[in-house]
């Protein structure tokens, strides 16, 4: 089993609409995360961290669910131009990435 | 802009040549890293590096090395390229502690023909 396992999608959505990412971890022992945007062709870059206690910041929120060993992410009023992959990530020192879910916003 | 550059940009190489690709941060940052990816797979570590000459395996390090014998330089070797070698190379940089966010670089389209 993988260590970070995402659904690839893709998501298709208009625009204006909420969506919900999840990531799956399978070590326990994980405490932090990371989502990182990725857009066609190009280098991944920073979304957010993801904190025990949630995380928002303007449209998105990310949260951590230990229980069930989660990770989500929630993008409000989905804009076009969010579309891209969305990478999970476990912060270790080795920084491992689940393989990204697609996002498709269409007008 | 996080001072990070990867070379070359575009590379095509014929199966059994060695191949070394380049990654160069403009500041001291400890940690670098060599990913892969590919199609449905995402990014796949190949190595990481947490200091000079200080070096450690990733997934899928099998038929790739890596040297830092400076700071600023993180390279890759491929001793023998094959044909499942080709794949986007992309480098990385922690910015600060081991904690923190990774910044990477534009890339490399590698060939192998």
């Known amino acids: 089993r993988k260590e970070v396992e995402q659904d690839p999608g893709p998501f298709n959505v208009p625009e204006g609409a909420t969506v919900a990412f999840n990531c799956t971890y399978s070590?326990?022992?994980?405490?932090?995360f990371f989502w990182y945007r990725q857009d066609c062709r190009k280098e991944p870059k920073l979304l957010m961290s993801v904190y025990s206690s949630g995380n928002e910041d303007g449209r998105f929120t990310a949260q951590l669910n230990r229980a069930s060993q989660y990770i989500s992410l929630l993008i409000r009023d989905s804009k076009l131009s969010d579309s891209a992959t969305y990478l999970c990530v476990w912060n270790t020192d080795k920084l491992i990435f689940g393989t990204g879910t697609r996002l498709q916003v269409f007008p | 802009d996080a001072g990070i550059t990867q070379s070359p940009r575009h590379k095509v190489t014929e199966t059994g040549t060695p191949v070394t690709l380049r990654c160069h941060q403009t500041e001291n940052h400890r940690y670098m890293y060599w990913y892969r990816q590919d199609p449905g797979h995402g990014l796949r570590l190949i190595h990481y590096s947490y200091g000079v000459k200080d070096t450690d395996k990733g997934e899928v390090s099998d038929g790739y090395s890596v040297s830092r014998s400076k700071t600023e330089d993180f390279l890759l070797t491929l001793e023998s390229a094959t044909s499942s070698q080709t794949s986007v190379y992309f480098c990385?940089?922690?910015?600060?502690?081991?904690?923190?966010?990774?910044?990477f670089g534009q890339g490399t389209r590698l060939t192998v023909v």
């Open positions: 070590n326990s022992a994980s405490q932090s």
């Open positions: 990385a940089i922690r910015v600060g502690s081991a904690d923190t966010e990774a910044f």
